[in-house]
């Protein structure tokens, strides 16, 4: 899942946060039911459990990485794409999208942009378009970012802050 707004940008598996808030759940239950106070659970699920914030007018990248029950803020800086756009275009869902390439991680990376959506962030670390990534695969679909949607959001009080600075777009 990706969150968009005016200077920030959050990725997430959506397969990680539905076992994650699947584990919240069995603990609570295990903690609740066991006797000792002591809960064994297995965490099990699909999907990653990092977190991308992206601020890309200050060309920063946190990663939020989770560890057993330990979690971990790492800082770095938003990668530089050498991205080629084409003239190719696609809709998807509805949304009128231009094609871009690029050599990232070890692999060709085909790209759908969005540059009715003009902020220049994508998911993971993907970045630097004249408008939202809403399509990026390897040219062999091991790795695939699906668009499935874009939905306006409003953040709850409880929402971290760089998600809360997402509250324009998401999909």
Same mark, same amino acid.
């Given at each position: 899942?990706?969150?968009?707004? %005016? @200077?920030?940008s ?5 397969? &990680? $946060?539905?076992?994650?808030?699947q584990?919240?759940?069995?603990? +609570? ?14 965490r ?11 601020y ?19 800082e ?7 991205? %080629? @756009? ?7 869902? &509805? $949304?009128?999208?231009?094609?871009a390439?690029?050599?990232?991680? +070890? ?40 668009f ?8 709850s ?15």
């Amino acid at each position: 899942m990706l969150f968009v707004g %005016r @200077i920030a940008s959050n990725y997430r598996s959506y397969d &990680g $946060l539905v076992a994650d808030r699947q584990f919240k759940k069995a603990y +609570a239950e295990a903690v609740a039911s066991s006797p000792d106070g002591h809960p064994r659970i297995n965490r099990k699920g699909v999907g990653s459990f990092t977190q991308y914030y992206q601020y890309p007018g200050e060309r920063k990248l946190f990663t939020k990485a989770l560890q057993l029950l330990d979690e971990y803020l790492i800082e770095d800086t938003l990668p530089v794409i050498a991205w %080629r @756009i084409s003239g190719d275009t696609a809709t998807f869902g &509805g $949304l009128h999208c231009q094609k871009a390439t690029c050599h990232f991680k +070890a692999g060709i990376m085909l790209h759908g942009f969005c540059p009715d959506l003009p902020v220049h962030s994508g998911p993971w670390k993907l970045n630097g378009l004249p408008g939202v990534i809403v399509d990026a695969r390897d040219t062999r679909n091991d790795v695939l970012f699906a668009f499935d949607g874009v939905e306006r959001t409003v953040p709850s009080p409880t929402t971290d802050q760089a998600t809360a600075n997402t509250d324009e777009k998401g999909c």
